[in-house]
């Protein structure tokens, strides 16, 4: 039953957005990563869960906002049924760590696909990255940290549309990146968001 | 299958197609060089997905009428997808577009289906003209708005109404011809898509002087001369599956070959003006599915409304 959700939402997918790998700058292994990406639209966790290949999008989770894919009978389905989700706390309360669920998720073995700008873009500009993906480079050095560019998505499903409108989207995954020694926390989150911006001006990758 | 036309044609196509295979097969164990290597793979993937492209012709025929609309509906579909994608929208445009999509694709073919041809032919022209400008008006975002609307039209045209003509022809009633529609929907892509290779073949052979070279430096007037005579002579002794005489039969694939190659011209020069080279990467050899059908939205409505004009009741 979850696995013909799961093929049917990667069919749908195809039907409408495409949402093909570009895989530029690295190549799909078994290695545990972070995927990190620019977000734009809410179909972005599906379609880079949808790029990857089978065996690898098995072992990797999204990491989804509760307070959006936490609500719902049909949003919780997909996110932690279909989609394997780890939910975490936009709004976490003072004195929790709101990496907890990640942490937890990348001690079992799994690989993530973070977005650390937050929340939704409007498309045409990349916002400062959060300090959870420096955090997590700090704390868990041996696993790869992978820039994803979503391709098209913000004018697939702009905010605020109901319907996504079929327009060919692509996620491009480029060269894996490493926190320097003693690389300070915005040094490298401006560096990070530079690599998934640099992957969305085509010529340059 | 009653009909010992249909078993000639499908005969004839295979036999081609099995020609071209045994062809690209022995060019590949003779290919020397670096660019007759890629001019024999490109062969190769072309007679490949042309096996594809006419099984699925075949099974629609087989199926019936109503698979048949699908399956041109879903080639609108893909066509219209590659062209938005090439075309920056807005976000500001989402719903014209949303629209253009969900609304008037399934109503042009249904309109076939329901064979209503007078509203079939304004659908598009009269009412997604005037309604999707609306739907991005009221968005209201004026940057840009007349260019914004304008390659949403085109599009939708283009892919959508020019296309949809093709299976059309199903719904033409031609005393004492009943039930052959399917057979001038053959002769048309058939003249299309032969004139494209042969177009192909004489521009290899014998292409000198260049159409356009800006646009398209693939297209010669030796190609077209070559290319477009051959394929109209090969329409011409189609006349069998036709309500058409011999010489009507040739003018018609004539009018086909003319149509298809101002087609291939204009979509190319839209494709430029993009940025892109091909329209998309769908059909391995052959770019997007609108690099295949680019001769198609020209040549389908042309043959129909000439069909409709001239044969019709």
Not at chain 1, 10 to 20: D, S
Request: glycine share 8%.
């Amino acid at each position: 039953m979850i696995a013909a959700a799961r093929l049917v939402l990667i069919a749908l997918t195809r039907f409408l957005v495409g949402g093909h790998g570009r895989w530029v700058g690295s190549e799909p292994t078994f290695e545990q990563r972070i995927y990190f990406a620019n977000h734009g639209s809410h179909l972005d966790t599906i379609v880079l869960w949808a790029a990857l290949p089978d065996a690898l999008r098995a072992r990797t989770s999204p990491v989804a906002a509760r307070d959006y894919w936490g609500k719902g009978r049909l949003r919780r389905f997909v996110a932690l049924d279909i989609l394997d989700c780890v939910l975490v706390e936009r709004q976490a309360p003072a004195g929790s760590d709101p990496l907890a669920p990640l942490r937890a998720a990348l001690a079992d073995g799994r690989s993530l696909i973070l977005f650390p700008e937050g929340t939704r873009g409007e498309g045409s500009s990349i916002m400062p990255f959060k300090s959870g993906l420096y955090n997590l480079a700090n704390t868990h050095p041996g696993v790869q940290l992978i820039p994803v560019f979503l391709d098209n998505l913000a004018r697939a499903f702009p905010k605020g549309a109901y319907v996504p409108a079929p327009i060919s989207c692509a996620a491009r995954f480029g060269a894996p990146l490493r926190l320097r020694q003693g690389e300070e926390r915005q040094a490298f989150l401006e560096r990070a968001r530079e690599a998934v911006a640099a992957l969305g001006r085509p010529g340059e990758v | 299958m009653d009909d010992w036309r249909i078993i000639v044609l499908l005969a004839g196509v295979i036999g081609i197609l099995l020609a071209g295979s045994l062809a690209s097969f022995v060019l590949s164990r003779r290919a020397h060089g670096e660019a007759m290597q890629t001019t024999v793979q490109n062969l190769n993937s072309r007679v490949k997905a042309w096996w594809v492209m006419v099984a699925i012709f075949a099974a629609a025929f087989l199926l019936g009428p109503v698979v048949t609309l699908v399956l041109f509906a879903l080639t609108s579909f893909y066509c219209l997808r590659e062209m938005i994608t090439l075309t920056p929208t807005r976000p500001a445009d989402h719903r014209a577009v949303a629209t253009a999509f969900y609304l008037f694709i399934p109503l042009q073919y249904w309109l076939i289906f329901d064979a209503w041809q007078t509203v079939f032919a304004i659908a598009i022209p009269v009412y997604a003209f005037l309604l999707l400008p609306v739907l991005t008006v009221l968005a209201g975002e004026t940057d840009h708005f007349l260019e914004r609307t304008a390659k949403l039209q085109w599009g939708l045209m283009l892919t959508v109404y020019c296309i949809s003509h093709a299976p059309a022809l199903l719904i033409l009633r031609i005393p004492g011809h009943e039930g052959e529609n399917f057979l001038w929907l053959f002769f048309l892509i058939a003249v299309v898509q032969l004139s494209d290779v042969l177009q192909y073949v004489f521009g290899k052979l014998a292409g000198r002087h260049k159409v356009a070279p800006r646009v398209s430096p693939a297209k010669t007037w030796e190609g077209l001369i070559g290319g477009g005579l051959s394929a109209a002579l090969v329409g011409a002794g189609l006349f069998w599956i036709t309500p058409f005489s011999p010489l009507q039969a040739g003018g018609m694939a004539l009018a086909i070959v003319l149509a298809g190659f101002c087609g291939g011209l204009v979509l190319s020069a839209i494709k430029r003006s993009l940025g892109a080279k091909d329209w998309g990467t769908m059909i391995e050899g052959h770019g997007g599915a609108l690099d295949r059908m680019d001769s198609v939205t020209f040549a389908a409505p042309i043959f129909f409304h000439l069909t409709n004009y001239f044969f019709a009741v």
